[in-house]
Nanobody, 124 residues
Framework: QVQLVESGGGLVQPGGSLRLSCTASGIIFRVNAMGWYRHAPGKERELVATISSGGSTNYADSVKGRFTISRDNAKNMVYLQMNSLQPESPSVYYC??????????????????WGQGTQVTVSS
Protein backbone atom coordinates (compact mmCIF):
# COMPACT_ATOMS: atom_id res chain seq x y z
CA GLN A 1 0.00 0.00 0.00
CA VAL A 2 2.77 2.41 0.93
CA GLN A 3 6.36 2.33 -0.19
CA LEU A 4 9.36 4.35 0.91
CA VAL A 5 12.29 4.72 -1.44
CA GLU A 6 15.60 6.26 -0.36
CA SER A 7 18.32 7.72 -2.54
CA GLY A 8 21.49 9.72 -2.18
CA GLY A 9 23.85 7.36 -0.40
CA GLY A 10 27.37 6.69 -1.53
CA LEU A 11 31.03 7.06 -0.74
CA VAL A 12 32.25 10.35 0.65
CA GLN A 13 35.52 11.53 2.14
CA PRO A 14 35.77 12.53 5.78
CA GLY A 15 34.53 16.06 6.23
CA GLY A 16 32.34 15.80 3.17
CA SER A 17 28.60 16.03 2.75
CA LEU A 18 25.77 13.92 1.45
CA ARG A 19 22.07 14.52 1.10
CA LEU A 20 19.68 11.62 1.46
CA SER A 21 16.15 11.72 0.12
CA CYS A 22 13.16 9.52 0.77
CA THR A 23 9.84 9.49 -1.06
CA ALA A 24 6.65 7.94 0.24
CA SER A 25 4.25 6.68 -2.41
CA GLY A 26 0.90 4.94 -2.46
CA ILE A 27 -2.63 5.94 -1.67
CA ILE A 28 -1.61 8.29 1.10
CA PHE A 29 -3.95 10.42 3.12
CA ARG A 30 -1.25 11.93 5.29
CA VAL A 31 2.39 11.29 6.16
CA ASN A 32 2.82 11.82 9.87
CA ALA A 33 6.22 11.60 11.58
CA MET A 34 9.19 10.75 9.39
CA GLY A 35 12.71 9.87 10.32
CA TRP A 36 16.08 8.45 9.48
CA TYR A 37 17.79 5.55 11.20
CA ARG A 38 21.10 3.87 10.51
CA HIS A 39 22.53 0.44 10.99
CA ALA A 40 26.20 -0.41 11.05
CA PRO A 41 27.47 -4.00 11.05
CA GLY A 42 27.64 -5.41 14.56
CA LYS A 43 25.60 -2.58 16.03
CA GLU A 44 21.97 -1.95 16.81
CA ARG A 45 19.91 0.16 14.45
CA GLU A 46 19.93 3.68 15.87
CA LEU A 47 17.84 6.76 15.45
CA VAL A 48 19.52 9.57 13.54
CA ALA A 49 16.78 12.18 13.28
CA THR A 50 13.02 12.54 13.22
CA ILE A 51 10.64 15.24 12.08
CA SER A 52 6.98 15.61 12.88
CA SER A 53 4.32 16.60 10.40
CA GLY A 54 4.51 20.08 11.85
CA GLY A 55 8.26 20.29 11.44
CA SER A 56 9.49 19.60 14.97
CA THR A 57 12.83 17.84 14.84
CA ASN A 58 14.82 15.52 17.05
CA TYR A 59 18.44 14.42 16.58
CA ALA A 60 20.79 11.88 18.00
CA ASP A 61 23.47 13.60 20.07
CA SER A 62 26.15 12.25 17.74
CA VAL A 63 24.80 14.17 14.75
CA LYS A 64 23.54 17.40 16.32
CA GLY A 65 24.98 20.42 14.57
CA ARG A 66 26.09 18.38 11.55
CA PHE A 67 22.92 16.80 10.18
CA THR A 68 19.66 18.50 9.25
CA ILE A 69 16.38 16.73 8.65
CA SER A 70 13.68 18.43 6.60
CA ARG A 71 10.55 17.46 4.72
CA ASP A 72 8.34 18.50 1.85
CA ASN A 73 4.78 17.60 2.79
CA ALA A 74 3.45 18.35 -0.69
CA LYS A 75 5.79 15.75 -2.16
CA ASN A 76 5.68 13.28 0.76
CA MET A 77 9.44 13.51 0.99
CA VAL A 78 11.97 13.70 3.78
CA TYR A 79 15.61 14.71 3.47
CA LEU A 80 18.72 14.32 5.55
CA GLN A 81 21.53 16.75 4.89
CA MET A 82 24.69 15.31 6.36
CA ASN A 83 27.69 17.61 6.74
CA SER A 84 31.09 17.11 8.31
CA LEU A 85 30.81 13.38 7.90
CA GLN A 86 33.18 11.43 10.07
CA PRO A 87 35.04 8.24 9.17
CA GLU A 88 33.23 5.27 10.58
CA SER A 89 31.98 1.85 9.61
CA PRO A 90 29.75 1.84 6.52
CA SER A 91 26.15 2.26 7.58
CA VAL A 92 22.86 1.67 5.88
CA TYR A 93 20.48 4.57 6.36
CA TYR A 94 16.80 3.77 6.50
CA CYS A 95 13.87 6.06 6.03
CA UNK A 96 10.90 5.55 8.33
CA UNK A 97 7.43 7.04 8.16
CA UNK A 98 4.17 6.80 10.00
CA UNK A 99 1.54 7.01 7.29
CA UNK A 100 -2.21 7.35 7.23
CA UNK A 101 -3.29 5.65 4.04
CA UNK A 102 -6.54 4.96 2.24
CA UNK A 103 -7.71 1.49 1.34
CA UNK A 104 -9.45 0.61 -1.91
CA UNK A 105 -12.74 1.40 -0.15
CA UNK A 106 -11.34 4.71 1.09
CA UNK A 107 -11.13 3.53 4.66
CA UNK A 108 -8.27 5.12 6.56
CA UNK A 109 -5.56 3.05 8.11
CA UNK A 110 -2.23 3.84 9.73
CA UNK A 111 0.99 1.98 9.39
CA UNK A 112 4.69 2.25 10.11
CA UNK A 113 6.86 1.84 7.02
CA TRP A 114 10.55 1.44 6.23
CA GLY A 115 12.55 1.98 3.10
CA GLN A 116 15.00 -0.54 1.69
CA GLY A 117 17.99 1.45 2.89
CA THR A 118 20.83 3.32 1.25
CA GLN A 119 24.46 2.79 2.16
CA VAL A 120 26.71 5.58 3.31
CA THR A 121 30.44 5.04 3.51
CA VAL A 122 32.77 7.70 4.88
CA SER A 123 36.33 6.86 3.99
CA SER A 124 39.44 8.36 2.50
Amino acid sequence: QVQLVESGGGLVQPGGSLRLSCTASGIIFRVNAMGWYRHAPGKERELVATISSGGSTNYADSVKGRFTISRDNAKNMVYLQMNSLQPESPSVYYCNADVTYLTERYVRGTGDYWGQGTQVTVSS
